[in-house]
């Protein structure tokens, strides 16, 4: 990790919980060249502006701006947003704006991007609303990347406990994405927080909206480009013979 990025981190160290400091920590630890190459092989690169909806603290923003002209990085948190705001100020980045902000009420005007990367984000909120925003915000032939969580995803968590803290207990997550999912499927607009979806639902919600598919696979494995980049998944495509974490990219029709 850059010396400047570590003292920046370490300065969180006693503000932020267990989990989230375990998170932060582990993002930037991860090579900056996984992120970097994860983004060419999707396309995000020249772009004029791209949004980082739900932006965390800001690993992925640093790596999309060092490829395109402006990045705007979003999150709900205004604490993340001002972390990730003072890990790029450290490493001297200008070409981003941090703002806090929903992602199903996006600052920016209708038409206005070119593009959206949205990671480990969506299923946070109703996905369906979050879509009809990008929707909104992106100019025409614009693209946007995100992913989903399924079923192998949960009985990943339940079984094998990835990131167990003091302060996280993954099955509790377990059985909140199962109520939470429920819920939104009966109608309930308000209910947010994690759910579990099924590939199919999700691309037939895109081509509802007004987007088509132009490809979905596994975490980190859609390569547009057809270069030998180096891929590195954070999550596989399946659990137990369930789906795991499916990526996608989708262009505004
Ligand atoms: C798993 S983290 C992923 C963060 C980042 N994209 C990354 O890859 O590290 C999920 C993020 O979504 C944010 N989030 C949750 N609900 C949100 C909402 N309604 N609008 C915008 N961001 C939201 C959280 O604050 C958190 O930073």
Redo the contacts with the bound molecule.
Sequence with gaps: MNMNVEETINKYKDKLGQNDFGFLNR?YQTNSKVYLNRLKNIGFENYNSVL??????G??SISLSKLNSHVLA????SS?VIIADDIAKSQNIKNIDYKQ????NIPLKDNSVDAVF????IF??NIKDALLEFHRVLNKGGRVYFNTNGLGWALNLWHNEPNKTDDYIPRETVVKSFKNTLLIENGNKKE?GQQVSDKKDIIQLIENIGFKLIECDGDGLINITNNNNEIKPFFQKEYFGFEGVTEYLIEKI
Excluded: E, H, K, P
Aim: with cysteine; aromatic share 12%.
């Design positions: 993002v980082d909806a739900g932006c965390g603290y690993q992925w979003t999150d709900i948190s993340r902000s929903d992602l199903t949205s990671f480990g984000v946070l909120v947010n």
